[in-house]
């Protein structure tokens, strides 16, 4: 795998009488992705310590990682710089001070990380920001497909970061003996990062396919010297020949060769594992990718990626010979239970965030309102959910206080929102579960999570129904009776399910979805929404709504029709989160909101499966359209149901 040639002198040792002997080395590579200002174990949502989560506790799991191995390189790969309100505190509220070190980063450092690369979170704050935080890394940080906008011939355009980095490492070998090796380490973001946050991004920084990058950097890497390349792609796996432009096209850049192992990210998924036993390209066996040795390592610092390669240095140079990819976890979940921590705190990370942490106990505390009832996101994929209710109702209110003017057209206002925290790949700790009564900065943070701002775009009647077409491919086809299917599809990020305030409709499962998880719009399906009315009349297909959105989904997240830079007719500097507090806050209390905005068509003989929060029982009595029964804990620690669509 290994192509660079070296002479004989340089590739391989000699015994006294002249015969040349082949070293054998062994390499462990360790990596966390996704960590999103997960520092500590904590929890701030709800305010409780976390024995899932936090860098302190992966840091520990690093060095254990090490002991076990001499040769080692220790890596992160994107999203590290956002996720928690211990990151909004630093980038909204106390800043970055001059000589002072993001805490993220400060962690980082403490850690051991030795290269990392970009996500896409970490444009969230902004590139001035961004550019400030990473002054403080004692780490190469590498990008090879962002770009700096060229100023004349594009093919003169820089590189927002140096691309990739040539470590010069001493390594030892299976007989003592030491070794020169020379590591290229390269990196790779999602190119959409420009358009999700275009407001804050546009004209700052362009993004390029990542394998048209690839294959324009990786002979640079091997020309200057790499004996060994190592691709850091904050990327899902994709599919062996994504298209151009692909978010997710880590397996296309193993299968396109050039690389001898691959940290997959972005999707906050786990490679090797069984998840992946029936994607084409992937080996969980192996842990391979297109037969590159390959992991992906969850996300918010629950795992580390281990990638153990055995070398060989012979007179042709250095060549892989074996491979083994592992997942190591910070903390396990016996028999379906609450998790429990397996590893301690590193002592070093712990102690650099702990004023931070406080800070920001401290700031999201803040009182902002009261709620007359629960709000919970156990059950957002069975009916409206009051979470994204609320907030599709703040969307509105501000748009109605503030933005409506001669400068704006002057069309029916409809709202979209969905539940950002609904489980899946998060865990059964990751729902929105707020009790009436007092509410506080933090559980704004809860109910919106991100850092987006509200955009409006005007839409069809027409592309209404697509776009909620579009969200009900969540769901899987469940047909006439069909029992105990599974209710989601898995590749379906849930943040995508939107449901719009203003409109109300029935969804059909016994159809197949009209578009693919990935946004590609199916031939011959005749698709799911059913009965969309508006004020109670149906839509006509070329009647134009003024729909309310993040600035996410108004640039084209999630493949919806009808968004686009060129539908957008407003783009707001205020956060969703902070219209959303503003909301609560004008008010005396807020009243529950409970919505008929759509619900399940009928399908006799039906029914399907959903695990979910685990305490989800007060939540059943408030859906009134589908019987629920409880199936028990899984153990994974989600609350098992039955849905019955008859």
């Known amino acids: ?115 990392g690369t970009l996500g896409n979170h970490e444009f969230n704050y902004g590139l001035p920001f961004l550019e400030r935080s990473l002054e403080g890394a004692a780490f190469p940080i590498v990008s090879a497909n962002v770009f700096r906008p060229a100023r004349g011939n594009r093919r003169q355009r820089e590189t927002l970061l140096s691309p990739y980095v040539v470590l010069n490492r001493k390594v030892q070998d299976t007989a003592g003996r030491e070794h020169p090796l020379r ?159 397996k590893v301690g705190c590193d002592p070093a990370v712990k102690a650099d965030a702990l004023d931070t942490h406080r800070a920001t106990l401290v700031h999201i505390q803040r009182p902002i309102g009261r709620i007359e009832a629960p709000l919970s996101s156990a059950l957002s994929v069975v009916a409206p959910c009051p979470c994204a209710s609320l907030i599709a109702h703040a969307q509105k209110w501000y748009f109605e206080q503030h933005l409506t003017g001669p400068t704006l057209p002057s069309l029916p206002i409809l709202s979209a929102a969905a539940s950002f925290k609904t489980g899946g790949r998060g865990g059964p700790e990751n729902y929105t579960d707020i009790p009436p009564g007092p509410l506080s900065w933090r559980h704004a943070s809860d109910l919106y999570p991100f850092p987006n701002r509200l955009c409006a775009v005007v839409v069809t009647g027409a592309e209404l129904i697509l776009w909620l077409e579009r969200a009900a491919g969540i769901f899987n086809k469940i047909g006439e009776g069909d029992t105990d299917c599974d209710l989601l599809d898995a590749e379906f990020p849930p943040y995508n399910f939107d449901q719009i305030i203003g409109l109300n409709y029935i969804i059909d499962l016994s159809q197949p979805a009209l578009f693919s998880p990935d946004g590609k719009k199916r031939a011959g399906t005749k698709g799911r929404i059913q009965q969309l009315r508006y004020k109670g009349k149906q839509p006509h297909p070329d009647e134009q709504f003024l729909v309310l959105t993040n600035d996410y989904r108004a640039n084209g997240g999630g493949q919806f029709p009808g968004t686009g830079p060129e539908r957008m007719v407003y783009t707001s500097a205020v956060l969703n989160r902070d219209i959303l507090i503003s909301y609560i806050e004008s008010a005396t209390s807020v ?20 695990d979910t929060h685990p305490r989800v029982d007060a939540d059943l009595r408030r859906i009134d359209h589908v019987r629920l029964d409880r199936l028990g804990m899984t153990d994974g620690g989600f609350q098992r149901l039955r849905i019955y669509l008859a």
């Open 183 to 341: 590591i290229g380490v390269i990196g790779f973001a999602p190119p959409q990062l420009v358009e999700w946050d275009s407001a804050l991004l546009a004209g700052q920084i362009e993004t390029q396919d990542i394998r048209e990058s690839a294959r324009h950097m990786l002979p640079r890497l091997r020309a200057e010297g790499a004996d060994l390349v190592v691709a850091l792609c904050h990327s899902g796996f994709g599919s062996l020949d994504p298209q151009q432009g692909a978010e997710n096209a880590a397996l296309g850049l193993a299968q396109d060769g050039g690389i001898d192992a691959l940290f997959a990210g972005h999707a906050h998924l786990v490679f090797p594992s069984a998840d992946f036993a029936s994607q084409p390209g992937l080996d969980i066996a192996a842990g391979t990718a297109a037969g590159v040795p390959a992991v992906m390592a969850g996300a918010n610092g629950s795992q580390l990626g281990i990638i153990d390669l055995q070398l060989k240095k012979t007179p042709q140079g250095w060549s892989v010979g074996s491979s083994a990819s592992s997942i190591a976890y910070i903390a396990e979940r016996p028999d379906g239970q609450s998790p429990v921590g």
């Open 591 to 610: 009243p529950l909101i409970k919505e008929d905005t759509w619900r399940f068509a009928p399908v006799s003989g039906a029914s399907a499966l959903l």
């Open 1 to 115: 795998m290994c192509d660079v040639m070296r002479t004989e002198s340089e590739a391989s040792e000699k015994t006294s009488d002249g015969t040349s002997v082949t070293a054998k080395v062994h390499l462990r590579l360790l990596c966390v992705t996704d960590l999103h200002a997960h520092v500590l174990p904590y929890n701030y949502y709800i305010n409780q310590r976390s024995e899932s989560v936090g860098l302190a506790r992966t840091a520990s799991l690093i060095r254990a990682a090490k002991k076990d191995a001499g040769n080692t390189l220790v890596l992160d790969n994107g999203d590290f710089l956002q996720g928690t309100p211990l990151a909004d505190y630093v980038a909204e509220t106390s800043g970055l001070p001059p000589g002072s070190v993001h805490p993220v980063i400060s962690a980082m450092n403490a850690a051991g990380i030795e290269v």
